[in-house]
């Protein structure tokens, strides 16, 4: 099957090393049209270049709105059951985190209620926040497991998220993140802890094919640098690449240390200084920013956004929905976010949910970008420039949706 599509104004999205606050830097073409075939982008030029085929393709017109690539949210904790909307109250009135996790709350209460939960419960709930996520216009989401610490939640949580793509038309990619934090049954032994990830966990996540990338937390309160280069060698020895936590409460080096593994991303990065962000520049990994967490923590160190402009490195957004640290199951507020929160630029915030978010999952060379042999990804915007993505909050102006060029209903 063909599908043209006639596009008054559509965002390419791939012009990455441009920061000029201008329309060309969004990569417009205007007046253009492109082809599916097959699921893909098969052609992309002006409507009058458009070329002839051997059938008639059928034909969507978007009417003067705008046509961008799929959005992406490439770090989540989408599987988890449970919530912890008490605790939120508590820390309002003046109740510690360390006081709410010594009386079993924190993590360890999520932990409580995913080991509970039966697979089905923690697929229909997946599939509720997927579904939220897929009408903004997620066309990719991450999701990380992490909340079972134990062997045979941790897979539960994996086979849950690798499910999801059976029931919506969206893709999932899934992040093993067993090194989360330490489970009751190991307080006292982390290199216990980290040895049965390495030995037993991690194997059979890698012969079972249940995890696309392996994360995890290296932090004052998380694993040490020496925890997460054990994980590290294993992850690569199983040919899985790797992702981290970093710098988010303090600078352990942990954003350094996933440069040498040539890490897909490193994220959070409050606390990155100039070398780690010269590391990663040089070993290509994107820095993934997630201002949900910045936002609902109440946190003042922003990341080095100068810096990693500086040095050219990639930055993504993402929800890093989770029922802790953010609560929030929207990526176009945190395009929004990342604007007000960190001082990005519409153009930069755009690129940090699409093609960027694409790098940060291996992806680039699929999806991310309007571009011919990609995966046609798409969506539609009632929209008068793309930097209104970026403005405004709330108002609904996605009106149409191709998943792999077939069109999803939104409602």
Same mark, same amino acid.
Request: aromatic residues 6%; hydrophobic residues 40%; proline residues 5%.
């Given at each position: 099957?063909?599908?043209?599509?006639?596009?008054?104004? #559509?965002?390419?999205?791939?012009?990455?090393?441009?920061?000029?606050?201008?329309?060309? &830097?969004?990569?417009?073409?205007?007046?253009?049209? #492109?082809?599916?075939?097959?699921?893909?982008?098969?052609?992309?030029?002006?409507?009058?270049?458009?070329?002839?085929? &051997?059938?008639?393709?059928?034909?969507?017109s978007m009417n003067g709105q705008w046509l961008t690539p799929g959005l992406i949210d490439c770090h989540t904790h989408l599987v988890f059951a449970g919530n912890r909307a008490d605790e939120f109250e508590q820390r309002l009135q003046g109740v510690s985190y360390a006081d709410i996790a010594a009386n079993g709350g924190g993590i360890q209460r999520t932990v409580t209620?995913?080991?509970?939960? $039966?697979?089905?419960? #923690?697929?229909? #709930?997946a599939i509720q926040r997927a579904k939220t996520l897929l009408l903004q216009g997620v066309s990719c989401v991450e999701v990380k497991s992490g909340y079972g610490l134990d062997f045979e939640t941790e897979l539960k949580m994996l086979r849950v998220a690798r499910q999801l793509e059976k029931y919506l038309p969206m893709k999932v990619k899934t992040t093993f993140l067993g090194a989360h934090a330490l489970p009751p049954e190991y307080s006292s032994n982390p290199d216990g802890y980290v040895q049965m990830l390495c030995d037993d966990m991690l194997p059979q996540v890698a012969e079972q094919g249940l995890a696309d990338a392996v994360d995890v937390f290296c932090? $004052?309160?998380?694993?040490t640098l020496e925890h997460t280069r054990r994980v590290f060698n294993k992850a690569q020895q199983l040919g899985l690449p790797v992702k981290l936590h970093a710098e988010q409460l303090t600078n352990?080096?942990?954003?350094?240390?996933?440069?040498?593994?040539?890490?897909?991303?490193?994220?959070?990065?409050?606390?990155?200084?100039?070398?780690?962000?010269?590391?990663? $520049?040089? &070993?290509?990994?994107?820095?993934?920013?997630?201002?949900?967490?910045?936002?609902?923590l109440k946190e003042t160190q922003k990341p080095p956004i100068d810096l990693l402009r500086q040095y050219k490195v990639p930055m993504a957004i993402a929800t890093d929905f989770n029922p802790g640290s953010s609560p929030i199951c929207n990526l176009p507020l945190m395009i929004n976010m990342a604007c007000t929160l960190f001082s990005l630029t519409p153009q930069e915030a755009l690129q940090g949910v699409t093609l960027n978010a694409a790098r940060a999952l291996g992806m680039d060379n699929q999806i991310g970008s309007i571009e011919v042999g990609k995966q046609a990804d798409l969506l539609c915007w009632d929209i008068s420039h793309p930097n209104q993505l970026a403005y405004q909050i709330g108002n609904h102006t996605l009106s149409k949706m191709w998943q792999n060029g077939v069109p999803v209903k939104l409602s």
């Amino acid at each position: 099957m063909t599908l043209t599509v006639n596009a008054e104004k #559509l965002l390419l999205d791939v012009n990455i090393a441009s920061m000029a606050n201008n329309d060309q &830097s969004y990569g417009i073409l205007e007046n253009a049209a #492109l082809a599916i075939e097959n699921g893909k982008i098969s052609w992309i030029g002006a409507q009058g270049e458009l070329p002839q085929f &051997s059938h008639a393709p059928a034909t969507e017109s978007m009417n003067g709105q705008w046509l961008t690539p799929g959005l992406i949210d490439c770090h989540t904790h989408l599987v988890f059951a449970g919530n912890r909307a008490d605790e939120f109250e508590q820390r309002l009135q003046g109740v510690s985190y360390a006081d709410i996790a010594a009386n079993g709350g924190g993590i360890q209460r999520t932990v409580t209620a995913t080991r509970a939960a $039966s697979e089905t419960e #923690l697929l229909d #709930l997946a599939i509720q926040r997927a579904k939220t996520l897929l009408l903004q216009g997620v066309s990719c989401v991450e999701v990380k497991s992490g909340y079972g610490l134990d062997f045979e939640t941790e897979l539960k949580m994996l086979r849950v998220a690798r499910q999801l793509e059976k029931y919506l038309p969206m893709k999932v990619k899934t992040t093993f993140l067993g090194a989360h934090a330490l489970p009751p049954e190991y307080s006292s032994n982390p290199d216990g802890y980290v040895q049965m990830l390495c030995d037993d966990m991690l194997p059979q996540v890698a012969e079972q094919g249940l995890a696309d990338a392996v994360d995890v937390f290296c932090e $004052s309160i998380g694993f040490t640098l020496e925890h997460t280069r054990r994980v590290f060698n294993k992850a690569q020895q199983l040919g899985l690449p790797v992702k981290l936590h970093a710098e988010q409460l303090t600078n352990m080096g942990g954003s350094a240390l996933a440069a040498s593994f040539n890490a897909l991303s490193v994220d959070h990065i409050e606390y990155l200084d100039e070398v780690g962000v010269q590391a990663i $520049s040089e &070993s290509g990994t994107v820095a993934t920013l997630l201002p949900g967490a910045f936002y609902y923590l109440k946190e003042t160190q922003k990341p080095p956004i100068d810096l990693l402009r500086q040095y050219k490195v990639p930055m993504a957004i993402a929800t890093d929905f989770n029922p802790g640290s953010s609560p929030i199951c929207n990526l176009p507020l945190m395009i929004n976010m990342a604007c007000t929160l960190f001082s990005l630029t519409p153009q930069e915030a755009l690129q940090g949910v699409t093609l960027n978010a694409a790098r940060a999952l291996g992806m680039d060379n699929q999806i991310g970008s309007i571009e011919v042999g990609k995966q046609a990804d798409l969506l539609c915007w009632d929209i008068s420039h793309p930097n209104q993505l970026a403005y405004q909050i709330g108002n609904h102006t996605l009106s149409k949706m191709w998943q792999n060029g077939v069109p999803v209903k939104l409602s």
